[in-house]
């Protein structure tokens, strides 16, 4: 037993002279983690990597709303001073979290505002955090940011060439879409679904509200419109025009 005792004595000595030990890490509060993110989020504009580099573990994981993966190195890089002319602002806004020991886990929108030569555009974000002990300090070890969706502005509506587009279109048999007019609007059904209404955005690119992608109408060699191309991030499914 004494000899068993001091090998232990001998460990807790070695670790404690290496820094090492089993003290609990001090607890973290929503309102704290929510401070750093909001630190973090004002250090964009003016390219300050210090709350980066301070918050951020060294084996980090970051996805971005842009669909990049980084690690830290990566990540401190990308955070420059916007250009001259440029302002902006971005907000912490419906944080929520899971606090348990050893792990804080913080989900947050991001309302930002951003001043192109006197222009303001606006964007929305979500991104869910995760932090972890870090040599003694809570760091966010991962990351994934998502851009929330929004339809584009609607256009000049060319309502004399909406007889052009309505009919129905085929991209298998017995698999259609029907392009209609009631009222002045043109209206899209898939099947038996419901029908939504095509929102001119310019020409003959449309949208349906709430939906991403477009709806674009191709003429061919002719003129007339031969085909329906449902663009899904940058790829068609082109429906072919059968009456």
């Excluded at 690119?205 to 939906?211: C, E, K, L």
């Amino acid at each position: 037993m004494k000899g068993e005792l001091c090998i232990l004595l001998i460990i807790n000595s070695l670790l404690a002279g290496s820094g090492c030990s089993n003290k609990p890490q001090a607890a973290i509060s929503q309102d704290e983690l929510v401070r750093r993110t909001q630190e973090l989020a004002n250090a964009v504009a003016s390219g300050d990597q210090g709350p980066w580099k301070k918050y951020f573990a060294e084996d980090c994981i970051y996805a971005d709303e842009k669909g990049r993966h980084m690690d830290k190195a990566a990540l401190v890089a990308d955070i420059t001073p916007l250009p001259e002319g440029y302002s902006g602002t971005i907000k912490v806004v419906k944080a929520e979290s899971r606090i348990e020991d050893g792990v804080a886990i913080l989900s947050y929108d991001m309302d930002e505002t951003e001043i192109i030569y006197g222009q303001a555009l606006k964007a929305r974000y979500h991104e869910i955090d995760t932090w972890l002990p870090r040599n003694g300090e809570w760091q966010i070890v991962a990351a994934q940011a998502m851009r929330y969706y929004e339809d584009p502005a609607a256009g000049e509506a060319e309502a004399g060439k909406y007889k052009e587009y309505v009919g129905r279109y085929e991209a298998a048999p017995g698999k259609t879409i029907t392009v209609s007019v009631e009222e002045g609007k043109l209206f899209f059904q898939r099947g038996d679904r419901p029908r939504q209404e095509l929102v001119p955005e310019g020409g003959p690119i449309f949208f349906r509200t709430g939906v991403e992608g477009r709806i674009l109408f191709r003429r061919g060699g002719a003129g007339k419109v031969e085909a329906l191309i449902d663009r899904r991030n940058n790829e068609d499914v082109v429906w072919k025009k059968v009456s």
